[in-house]
């Protein structure tokens, strides 16, 4: 498969109000991805060990039969991207982020590590708020560890709705939900991250239910567990507990 294929579409003026300007700039720091992910040594291990995991699970152990056309939002350096291209019923993949940097720069790099299929996919500069794209454009729309980041996540998955088709779906992985044992405070952890540059924001699994019940969606919540052995049935006991994993999958109605 051939990573140079990949098409890079220049935006300008693509952010909306809403924009978090000063997490642009931590997304477009020098070692991002390395702060991000405590180091640059987890990150390419989350990269080959962890990511790949992701897309077979939605498959198989959540029914998701990915096909079509799908938009990426807050895509990063799109890693989903790449494993979504790799599926044979996937069309076309739009992956965008509001940092033109790491999708010009860390984008190809992944597709060319995690084998991408190139030609299908288009990285392009936008702002999940305000997306520049038609109604009814999308059969998916995805993302990782992304809605937590929205200053109104309302917005963005109202955007998400509307760009999708009738009966398409939006795929949600990898938001942190915040867990049923609360060891440490919600509002202390989060105003550590909101200090360090993050516009990061910590709900529970209800506060996410009504978050996109205001959408317009209905929130089908499904346990995530990416483990074996034994440590796949002890994670099936503490999940939600002492920590929360979680696939969000929701539907746009059919009905007019």
Known sequence: MNTTESKFVHKHSYLSRLAHKQE??????????????????EWMRCLKE??????????????IKFSGRILEIGAGAAWFSAELSKLANVVEVFATDFSPKLLKEQAPR?????????????RMPADFHQ????????????????????????????????????????????????????????????????????????????????????????????RVNLSSGMKYFFNEVVNGLTHARYAFVATKSTKK
């Open 24 to 41: 642009l700039e931590f997304r477009e720091a020098e070692n991002h991805l390395a702060t991000e992910f405590g180091s640059e040594a």
């Open 131 to 222: 997306l520049d794209f038609p109604d009814n454009h999308f059969d998916f729309v995805v993302c990782s560890a992304v809605l937590h980041h929205a200053v109104n996540m309302v917005v963005v998955l109202r955007e998400a709705r509307r760009v999708l088709k009738p009966g398409g779906r939006i795929v949600a992985i990898r938001e942190p939900v915040w867990p049923l044992v609360k060891f440490k405070s919600r509002s202390r952890t989060q105003d550590r991250l909101v200090k360090a540059g993050v516009n990061e924001h910590l709900y529970t699994l209800s506060e996410y239910r009504d978050f996109f019940s205001e959408a317009g969606f209905k929130l089908d919540a499904r």
């Open 110 to 122: 992944v597709f060319k590590m995690l084998h991408a299929s190139g030609a299908k996919i288009t």
């Open 50 to 63: 962890d990511f790949p995991k992701f897309v077979p699970f939605l498959t198989r152990k959540c029914g």
